[in-house]
């Protein structure tokens, strides 16, 4: 690891998690060379004496870079920065994405990709990857009833869809952009939208679910339909968070 003093935890904002700052704080060290690449993390208790936050924050935030393909954990080790970096230009850096209009660019997307993935997965899909499926979205239900991030089982939802249509190139995008991806990763998403958190995520559940019983009866039709719907009903939720946000600073 680098010998120079890291900088100074930056000022976090209040609309974004304090495990996505944390993520965004990681990363930038990364890129700055304070945690230069094969090297480890600091351990748990180091991020949080440092950071001032909790474990259950540090946690999220290295599943988070995991999901990225930033940084992978070895069992009885520790978690270490991926020493060979992208060389595709894919990978969008979670510290460029900071308004709502970069979430809704993201959003137009995923619904130009994902859509096709749906289907594709539907037609093609095995029960071993729909049970994967399955057990994503059960640990997406339980985090929304118990009001948790569901931040890392959503993006594995996706991702295990795209991994579903035998397509490499659909997984290697899906692996290259990440927990980017998810609009709650950025933003606030129920705030937003003037909507308790615990109703906003009970209807992303249940659109999840739609996915999920088209792409299990095989029904390629109804599971583009589905994912189109889901991730257009995100991108106008949040289009319509924006054009309200504008008109109040006017």
């Given amino acids: 690891m680098d010998n120079s003093s890291p900088p100074p935890p930056r000022v976090r904002r209040k609309h974004r998690s304090l495990a996505q700052e944390l993520v965004i704080e990681l990363s930038q060290q990364i890129r700055d060379g304070h945690i230069k690449r094969g090297e480890k993390l600091p351990t748990e208790s180091a991020i949080m004496q440092a950071q001032g936050v909790s474990r259950t ?8 870079l995991q999901a990225s393909g930033l940084v992978e954990t070895r069992h009885g080790i520790g978690t270490f ?25 993201i959003l137009e997307l995923r619904i130009s990709l994902e859509v096709e993935s749906a ?57 290259h952009l990440g927990t980017a991806i998810i609009p709650r990763a950025r933003l606030n998403s129920a705030r937003l939208v003037h909507d308790d958190q615990q109703h906003y995520l009970g209807r ?40 309200e946000a504008e008109a109040e600073r006017e």
Avoid: W
């Fill in 119 to 175: 289907g594709l997965a539907a037609q093609r899909r095995t029960p071993e990857q729909l049970a994967e499926m399955r057990k994503f979205l059960d640990t997406l239900n339980e985090s929304v009833a118990h009001s948790s991030d569901a931040v890392v089982s959503d993006f594995q939802f996706h991702q295990q869809i795209a991994e579903a249509t035998d397509n490499r190139y659909f997984t290697d995008i899906m692996k």
């Fill in 57 to 64: 924050v540090v946690r999220e935030a290295i599943s988070r």
């Fill in 204 to 243: 992303l559940s249940r659109e999840h679910e739609e996915i999920y019983s088209a792409i299990a009866r095989q029904d390629s039709d109804a599971a583009r339909a589905a994912m189109r719907l889901h991730l257009t009903n995100s991108r106008e939720r949040l289009r319509q968070a924006h054009e």
């Fill in 81 to 105: 920065v991926l020493d060979t970096p992208s060389t595709t230009g894919l990978r969008i850096d979670p510290a460029t994405i900071v308004t709502l209009r970069d979430v809704l660019s």
